[in-house]
């Protein structure tokens, strides 16, 4: 093992360490050959720590049929660290939802153990399952195994990328839709834009099963799809009284009434909630708080939003609601969905600048043109200007993390 006195300064912090994971598989299964990838790539992190620069450089790597999917790395200190000296992130398509069965992830640790570093990443930030650290000549053989699980390599590159879902109803209460549904519908419909990158730059979908948005499409996804409802919220009025008997008149008033961002809500003398449904925006807190007596309505659907991103030329940009709501249960709703994503990627490929997100195309050219280009009929709630700052306050954050480690500890004991 090489030494890595500034790497070890990593494990030193609250919060569990990538470094900790890496020597678990460095010095785990000693003698194999992925046990000697990762003692090579932990020595080229500490020299690159050491001399503050990376020695990563691109390339061309591929599979059979496939445009992107494969993320080339080449080292450029190989001969100091020769192990590591091609190590290449495989991307492959999440299951919609995240769900695994255990067989499934053992068949995937070894298929990467045997060709590859060993190091999984479930998931990356794009989605995908990142597959990391793997030769040349074995990119090939890995990929023919997952892809015989059934797995499909996932986006890179200037094409449709990964979509990714919240785990919507097979788990969640809140879902306003079929998540699961709706990401498999998408991307079966767009595989090849996926495997063959044709446009500008990158275009991706994310769904998420209520305004919780837990698969952070908002903030990330140029088309972000999800649910609402647009009837009443279903409201159970003994439950919200046990609920005020639980935390008290004064403290559900300040973590539920306070708290709606529109003011639509109020309390009643009798400990009843009063809930003025046109101007509650569907923003999920009081549900969220009172689970068991406040419920989304029955007359579900979607919302559609777009152009959210992360940085890059005009900073990060939350998405704009385009389509307020739209049924999503029967076939037609399906096909209108898709007519509407096909519209967008068409107009994205024929308007988008080298390298510009849907957001920044439509910061160029104006919401207005754009809605207008797609047919969509405008509405003076669509705010012009998206929310730009996707950050959290985090204070406190030190305190949190010991309270977590101390959590976890206990739980091992
Ligand atoms: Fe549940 Fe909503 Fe989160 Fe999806 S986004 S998992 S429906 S809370
Ligand atoms: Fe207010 Fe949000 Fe509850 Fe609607 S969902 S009543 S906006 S807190």
Not at 178 to 198: G, K, V
Request: proline letters at 4%; aromatic letters at 8%; charged letters at 25%.
């Amino acid at each position: 093992m090489p030494p890595t006195p500034m790497l070890d300064q990593l494990e030193s912090g609250p919060w569990p360490s990538f470094v900790t994971g890496l020597k678990r598989l460095a010095e785990g299964d000693e003698g194999k050959a992925h046990s000697g990838i990762m003692k090579s790539l932990l020595g080229q992190l500490e020299h690159s720590y050491q001399t503050r620069k990376g020695y990563w450089k691109g390339g061309t790597v591929g599979v059979f049929g496939y445009g992107a999917g494969v993320i080339p790395r080449f080292s450029e200190v190989a001969e100091q660290y020769p192990e590591s000296s091609e190590f290449h992130t495989l991307r492959i398509m999440p299951a919609p939802g995240f769900f695994y069965d255990t067989k499934t992830l053992r068949q995937m640790c070894d298929i990467w153990e045997e060709h590859g570093s060993g190091l999984i990443a479930l998931h990356g930030q794009s989605g995908d399952i990142m597959f990391q650290g793997c030769r040349t000549d074995q990119v090939q053989p890995a990929w023919d195994k997952l892809n015989e699980m059934g797995f499909d390599m996932g986006g890179a590159g200037a094409g449709v990328r990964t979509a990714a879902s919240c785990v919507g109803p097979a788990r969640c209460e809140q879902a306003c839709f079929d998540t699961l549904e709706a990401h498999r519908t998408i991307i079966n419909d767009f595989t090849d834009d996926i495997h063959r990158p044709s446009l500008p730059y990158k275009l991706k979908f994310k769904f998420s099963g209520c305004a919780n948005d837990c698969a952070n499409a908002t903030q990330r996804a140029d088309v972000a799809i999800l649910g609402t409802w647009k009837d009443d919220m279903q409201v159970d009025q003994t439950e919200v009284q046990a609920k005020v008997r639980q935390l008290g008149r004064k403290e559900f008033i300040n973590q539920v009434i306070r708290m709606c961002p529109t003011q639509a809500l109020g309390l009643n003398d009798d400990d009843t909630l009063d809930i003025d449904n046109k101007s509650c925006v569907r923003c999920m807190h009081c549900i969220n708080v009172c689970t068991k007596a406040l419920e989304p309505g029955k007359d579900r659907g979607i919302c559609i939003l777009v152009g959210g991103k992360r940085t890059l030329k005009i900073g990060d940009l939350m998405g704009t609601v385009v389509i307020p709501f739209m049924k999503l249960e029967s076939e037609e709703d399906y096909e209108k969905l898709l007519e509407l994503a096909h519209n967008m990627l068409d107009f994205f490929a024929d308007n988008a600048l080298e390298h510009e997100r849907t957001g920044e195309m439509i910061e160029r050219i104006g919401l207005v043109n754009y809605l207008e280009a797609l047919g969509l009929p405008l509405d003076v709630n669509m705010i012009n200007q998206p929310r730009t700052n996707s950050y959290i306050r985090t204070d406190g954050w030190e305190e949190e993390a010991r309270k977590w480690a101390g959590r976890k500890t206990s739980a091992a004991e």
